[in-house]
């Protein structure tokens, strides 16, 4: 700004003034400042920028990192974050925060590096139920919101998809082919998203009458891995089940996996079926029918509320629930006499 004074010989204050896009000033300065600026490449120091208006310039991304490092899912979700950035006219970055470090875990570190201004405002992605900070962050008043989980903080605001609606479309399509043993791969069970996938297979179960072994629920933890390990044990069972259920797109893949490995045709001999509608679900051989959640969406949209609780400069509050729609592809058919 003092070479661009010096250019125009007029005070750096005036530059300031023009450059920060205020008025006040005379419209042929204005035209000689901006033609000076544009002449000696001068460029807006976003860093101090931010500081004179106290913002780090960063968007804080948090989630825990061993389940979701890799994740088709967390893609998705970024991809919808990036869309809702699209609109904004403030240069921002991501700062991507592991919830399971000792940061998160302690109240007074978690306190210290909100107030020390490394972000703005923060996306937390998929929570633990037992998660501490979600409590901290809620005391601190921090423009948050909760992406895939519906908070348990009456006070945050979260972003979710209706997990019941999908897994009864999945199981009332599979009731209505003919099936009547419905085996059910749950997540994990410390995500208040797998809890409920897990209530709404069970209750459908119950109102249908469908007394299966208990053994038809096995444990997963939303890995391809963990999908074909529970497909091994299902599908070796007496009685095996004629359709199962994962509650994700990956641990369906791993059930496809555990099928081929014993020779069992889809549909044919076993029916499976997914949830989240990845972009490889319509692209895998057979194709998985699942529940398609609008991942994108949700993403975007929690980006487009943190920023209006930034603008606002008071965070939002608010459950937003969005819904979702059974996608029927090629991996499930009527059941065999």
């Not at 003034?17 to 000076?36: C, H, P, Q, W, Y």
């Not at 590096?113 to 929570?127: C, E, W």
């Not at 410390?190 to 069970?202: C, M, P, Q, S």
Request: proline share 4%; net charge positive; glycine share 8%.
């Amino acid at each position: 700004m003092a070479d661009i004074a010096r250019e125009c010989g007029i005070t750096k204050m005036t530059v300031s003034r023009v450059l920060a896009g205020r008025g006040g000033v005379k419209a042929s300065t204005r035209d000689k400042i901006l033609e000076a600026a544009k002449r000696l490449n001068y460029e807006i120091n976003t860093l101090a920028q931010n500081f004179n208006f106290n913002r780090s310039g960063f968007i804080g991304v948090a989630t825990p990192l061993s389940a979701m490092l890799g994740s088709p899912y967390l893609a998705e979700v970024f991809k919808g974050f990036q869309l809702g950035l699209a609109s904004n006219e403030t240069e921002l970055n991501f700062a991507l925060f592991d919830t399971e470090s000792d940061s998160f875990n302690d109240g007074a570190k978690l306190a210290r590096l909100y107030r020390q201004k490394r972000v703005d405002g923060l996306l937390v992605v998929a929570p633990h139920t037992y998660d501490r900070f979600l409590n901290t962050l809620e005391q601190l008043h921090t423009p948050m919101v909760v992406v895939g989980e519906t908070a348990s903080c009456q006070s945050l605001c979260s972003v979710s998809c209706n997990d019941q609606q999908g897994v009864e479309a999945m199981c009332s399509y599979l009731f209505d082919l003919g099936h009547r043993k419905i085996a059910f791969i749950e997540g994990t069970t410390e995500t208040t998203t797998g809890l409920r996938r897990k209530n709404a297979y069970v209750r459908f179960c119950k109102k249908r009458g469908l007394k299966n072994p208990s053994w038809y629920i096995q444990p997963g933890n939303y890995s391809m891995q963990s999908g074909r390990a529970a497909g091994l044990v299902l599908l070796r069972a007496e009685p095996r089940p004629t359709a199962i259920i994962a509650a994700n797109d990956m641990m369906a893949y791993g059930v496809i996996e555990s099928a081929r490995q014993l020779n069992l045709r889809i549909p044919q001999d076993i029916s499976i079926g997914g949830f989240d509608d990845l972009p490889t679900a319509a692209e895998r051989f057979p194709s998985l029918t699942t529940v398609h959640q609008p991942v994108l969406e949700m993403g975007e949209r929690s980006m487009k509320t943190l920023l209006q609780s930034l603008n606002n400069s008071e965070p939002t509050t608010g459950h937003s629930v969005m819904d979702v729609s059974l996608i029927i592809r090629e991996s499930t058919g009527a059941v065999k006499s």
